[in-house]
């Protein structure tokens, strides 16, 4: 995993083009090219900021046979799937699944605020639109630990069933299952009456939150404390610690951030 500074700094010039380029919908392949990184760190960090709600997740389903793009939608067989433009029939599986990313309405509306009155953008644009993008179903993507923890929160479980056989995402479920059993054991010996993390320094958290000025980032951090709040209900440690450092990578190092981490450790 070789994710540096200039890849992020890439990344933020990469959304701020998009922010201002016609290009909907792009694949982790697109930013692999325009960073010049392999196909697996783009797929990491698009998902990481996926978390983080810059970037929203979606899944497109095609046909194996005419490869045209197909509607995904629940009420439909998923193991016997007829293609509407071909009528192949077929069982989905993850070589059929393609995941896309997309700025969310939310961080472009900040990104295009931020910048008014500045042109640096414009000028990555056209190197954007010149860069092919290639379709990669998530079958060709090695993704890590870390990255299919936050994949499974974010995928919609019906696409979650579409893998139970395939390889990737059992892995994913099973990790799921794994950490649900570990919380249940974890919460049957833990005194549920002593908190994680004393309740002040949640409360100092919230109110630096609340007192955020800008509206898009204080609700986006709203969310996370939120989510944080409620792993710390399940005794969830390394959840409440991913979401404390979503909020950390937003709003800087607080010092109730870092007590709170001390808890946590
Ligand atoms: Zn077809």
Same mark, same amino acid.
């Given at each position: ?146 990255? $299919?923890? !936050? ?5 919609? /479980? +019906? *696409?979650?069933?579409?893998? #139970? ?83 950390? $990578?937003? !709003? ?5 951030? /870092? +007590? *709170?981490?001390?808890?946590? #450790?």
């Amino acid at each position: 995993m070789n994710i540096t500074f200039i890849t992020r700094k890439k990344f933020q010039e990469f959304l701020e083009s998009l922010c201002y380029s016609s290009i909907e919908k792009f694949t982790a392949s697109k930013f692999a090219k325009y960073a010049s990184i392999g196909l697996d760190d783009s797929f990491k960090l698009l998902i990481e900021h996926v978390a983080t709600k810059e970037l929203e997740l979606s899944w497109e389903l095609r046909c194996p046979n005419c490869n045209r793009v197909l509607s995904l939608n629940s009420n439909k067989d998923l193991e016997e799937y007829e293609c509407d433009f071909c009528c192949d029939i077929f069982d989905v599986d993850e070589n059929d699944l393609f995941p896309k990313f997309q700025v969310t309405k939310e961080f472009k509306d900040y990104l295009i605020e931020s910048n008014k009155g500045g042109n640096s953008v414009k000028k990555t644009e056209k190197a954007i639109t010149d860069i092919p993008d290639k379709n990669i179903p998530i079958s060709d993507i090695n993704i890590d630990e870390e990255t $299919k923890k !936050i994949l499974q929160e974010f995928t919609h /479980s +019906t *696409i979650i069933n579409v893998f #139970n056989g395939g390889s990737q995402m059992n892995q994913i479920s099973n990790s799921f299952n794994h950490s649900t059993l570990n919380n249940a054991s974890i919460q049957s010996t833990h005194n549920s009456q002593i908190p994680i993390v004393p309740e002040e320094h949640v409360v100092e958290l919230q109110d630096y939150i609340n007192n955020i000025d800008d509206e898009v980032l204080r609700n986006m951090n709203d969310e996370h404390l939120k989510n944080f709040k409620e792993s710390l209900k399940q005794h969830d440690k390394e959840m409440a610690k991913k979401y404390l450092s979503f909020i950390g $990578k937003t !709003i800087g190092t607080v010092s109730s951030i /870092s +007590t *709170i981490a001390g808890y946590l #450790n």
